[in-house]
Structure formats: structure tokens, C-alpha cells
């Protein structure tokens, strides 16, 4: 039985992908997301670049240039928030407002693709993954509207999906199947921290090797630690009592995010005793 175990994805989005060293894990994952084989050329400045106090509430993104100087935006969001689908929207805009000078004509508007990585209830819906595009569509004809541009000599359709953001929702806490595709297998890591030793599933063969934790020294590994029984103490427990929606069911509500958050820390290989040192509860033995 394979033994690695690999750093969790939204604690590297934070402190590890953001080097060019490790540029292939996000291009593998945008890959098996869109379709789309891709270079990073860089990371640009954004929101969630900022460390602060709060800052394993905060929004965990990257916002990156592709070798076509598409803009790519990846967030991580741990806690529920209100006017998610607002927020979304709003990244997206101020990116392409941000990425075009004064005077530049709208030709030099770029493509933006955001992709949202929920780690909390979000929604309704049977699907672990959604996908959406901008279309125009006859109200009476039901066809598209393309448009129609010269470039160079040359007539150039596009439709209006080739223009505006694209959006994908991840619905991480959805995802209950086994991994096959390499989409399943992204899937899997996003979720439980697995990555098959046989993988060849674009970025994950690079986050298998970069994102190892032994690979950590004394102290990282306790930063880590201490991070994921943060979010364990203060986060999962407030969201599963606030989703049952009863005074009566918090208590027990903080009792079933403690008792799973707790065994995902142990698959991770924390020690159960600085687990339960920090949670105030009872050891969990090990198989």
C-alpha cells in the first residue's frame, strides 16, 4: 500500500502553487477542466495573495496569464458567503477592467476563465461539477447569435462564449465516486488528499512529487498542522451546525464535523494525540 502522503490542494493554493516551479499542477488541473492545454506564464497580482491575520478564512486564489494572455482565475472558498454568484461576477469584471489600459480599444479585452474550487455547501444541484457560458439565443428562432469580424484579411466568427468569462463550479463535497478519469482523479485529490501512485493524469504526477508531505520540514509541517486543525475546530464545525439549521442540532452538528474532520487529519498523517491535545477530544486509535 502506497504510503505518500500529499499536502492538501487549498493550503498549496496559498503558499506553494504561486511558484513557477509548480506551475504544472494548476496548468494540469485547467487541462482536465477545459480542455484546453496550456502554458502559465505568470501569476498576477490579486485579492488572495494577501496574508494577514484571517487568513485561513480569506479567499485562497490565483490569478494567472496563459501563453495567449487569457487570464485564468482559481479560487478556493472554505466558508459559505452570501452573494457567491455576485462575487464571482465581480472577479471576473475587475480582472478584465484591471488587464486593459486607458485608450486601449476593446479588442485588447481578454478571455477570463474562473474556476471555483467549494469546499462548503453551495446550491442545488446533483452534479459535483457545472460549467457556464455566455450565449445569445433567439427568443424566437432559438439559434445563436455569432459575430462576425475581420483580422487580418481574413472573416473570423466568433460567438459570444469566445468573448465573455467562462465559469466552472467545483462542488468538491459532491464528489462521491470512484476515481477513474482523470477528471475523477482530480476530483479525488481536491477532496481527500489522494493521488494514485500509477497516475498519469495531466499536473497530479507534479503535485505527487512537489506536494509531498515528508517533504516538509519541522516547522512547515507544523504550520500545516496547526492550519488544518484551525479550519477543523473553527470552520467545519461552525458550517455543518449552521447547515442543520436547528439551535437543538449545533451541539451535535460540532460533534459529526469534529469526529470526520479528525479522521481526515489522521489520513493525513497527523498524530491523533496532537489532534485530540488541540481539539480537546478523545484519541481516535488507528487502524
Do not use: C
Not at 490579486?46 to 494572455?69: F, L, P, T
Not at 473570423?156 to 465559469?167: L, N, Q, R, S
Not at 467545483?170 to 470512484?178: G, K, S, W
Amino acid at each position: 500500500m502506497d504510503d505518500k502522503r500529499i499536502i492538501r490542494f487549498d493550503y498549496a493554493m496559498k503558499r506553494m502553487l504561486r511558484d513557477k516551479a509548480n506551475f504544472a499542477i494548476l496548468e494540469g488541473l485547467i487541462q482536465v477542466l477545459t480542455g484546453r492545454k496550456l502554458r502559465i506564464v505568470e501569476i498576477l497580482e490579486s485579492e488572495g495573495n494577501q496574508y494577514d491575520k484571517d487568513d485561513k478564512y480569506n479567499r485562497v486564489d490565483i490569478m494567472a496569464k496563459d501563453q495567449s494572455d487569457d487570464i485564468i482565475i482559481v479560487e478556493v472558498q472554505l466558508t459559505r458567503q452570501r452573494h457567491y454568484y455576485e462575487r464571482i461576477l465581480y472577479g471576473t469584471s475587475k480582472a478584465i477592467v484591471d488587464h486593459i489600459s486607458l485608450g486601449e480599444g476593446y479588442e485588447k479585452v481578454k478571455k477570463v476563465y474562473s474556476i471555483n474550487i467549494l469546499y462548503m455547501n453551495f446550491g442545488e444541484g446533483n452534479d459535483y461539477l457545472y460549467h457556464g457560458t455566455t450565449k445569445f439565443i433567439g427568443v424566437h428562432t432559438h439559434d445563436q447569435l455569432n459575430l462576425s469580424d475581420k483580422e487580418n484579411g481574413a472573416i473570423v466568427t466568433k460567438t459570444a462564449a469566445d468573448i465573455f468569462p467562462e465559469y466552472y463550479i467545483i462542488r468538491v463535497n459532491e464528489f462521491d465516486d470512484m476515481a477513474t478519469t482523470p477528471l475523477e482523479e482530480w476530483m479525488d485529490y481536491l477532496k481527500n488528499a489522494r493521488i494514485r501512485p500509477d497516475t498519469t493524469t495531466p499536473g497530479l504526477q507534479e503535485a505527487r512529487e512537489k506536494l509531498n508531505i515528508l517533504r516538509m520540514n519541522h516547522q512547515e509541517r507544523l504550520a500545516y498542522e496547526r492550519v488544518l486543525i484551525g479550519q477543523m475546530n473553527e470552520n467545519e464545525s461552525f458550517e455543518t451546525a449552521r447547515h442543520d439549521g436547528f439551535e437543538e442540532g449545533l451541539e451535535e452538528g460540532r460533534r459529526k464535523a469534529i469526529k470526520e474532520m479528525t479522521q481526515r487529519l489522521i489520513d493525513a498523517g497527523i498524530d491523533p494525540k496532537v489532534i485530540a491535545k488541540a481539539t480537546g477530544t478523545t484519541p481516535i486509535p488507528t487502524a
